[in-house]
């Protein structure tokens, strides 16, 4: 029997979801870049905030919770993961982290804080919906924070995953599988299922390397 190639076939997509038939591939394979897409491609989130005023009923710890947990448009080209930056600051820097700024005060009336309110100095760098609900204040209620975003993995904190759905299922015939990614947003979800097999083969090189060394050693 010849050997067969491995065959990728686009069943759907868009920027949100991506869907994938999968033929010739190896079910461990497939299943890691299914891993891959939730714990390893990186994406922006908020990890460090710096609370200037909270008047809110919201306590900083829980505010901070829900801020981290909104997701950001991510831009893999442009910026880098903290560890890999040569910056060498744990403040990081235009490289390696974005700032948001928030400043909202409720003046006369009842106002609900939305994640449009943030202000990033980088435009590209921003929530994916404006109507995400942060917080509400009372008259006369303010919040003010400095909030700083940097790229981190879904196998560190679930803010960092990329796509909120990665399943794989059996396909028609042996050795097919199909492939649904779904986009929080941050990256778009044929970029994440790229991105996926990209880390996937880098991981495989290293350990190819690594096991080569070792049996060098050992003669």
Not at 130 to 155: F, H, S, T
Request: with cysteine.
């Amino acid at each position: 029997m010849g050997l067969v190639l491995p065959k990728v076939k686009v069943i759907a997509e868009s920027d949100e979801e991506v869907s994938l038939q999968l033929d010739g591939i190896d079910r461990s394979y497939a299943n890691a870049i299914r891993r891959f897409c939730i714990a390893e491609v990186p994406s922006m989130a908020i990890d460090d905030i710096v609370i200037l005023e909270n008047s809110s009923v919201l306590y900083d710890e829980i505010l901070a919770h829900r801020l981290g947990m909104v997701p950001l448009r991510t831009d893999l080209e442009r910026y880098v993961l903290p560890e890999k930056c040569d910056c060498g600051s744990p403040l990081g820097c235009q490289k390696c982290r974005v700032l948001l700024v928030l400043d909202a005060v409720a003046q006369d009336k009842p106002r609900t804080v939305m994640s449009g309110d943030l202000v990033s100095e980088d435009r590209e760098i921003k929530p994916v919906s404006p109507n995400i609900p942060l917080v509400k204040l009372a008259a006369g209620q303010a919040v003010k924070l400095e909030a700083y975003a940097r790229l981190g993995r879904g196998k560190e904190h679930a803010k960092w995953q990329p796509a909120t759905v990665a399943a794989l299922t059996e396909g028609k015939g042996e050795g097919v599988f199909n492939l649904k990614v779904e986009s929080s947003g941050s990256l778009p979800a044929k970029e994440i299922v790229t991105r996926a097999i990209e880390k996937l083969e880098e991981k495989l090189a290293e350990l190819h390397k690594d096991v080569s060394d070792k049996v060098n050693d050992e003669k």
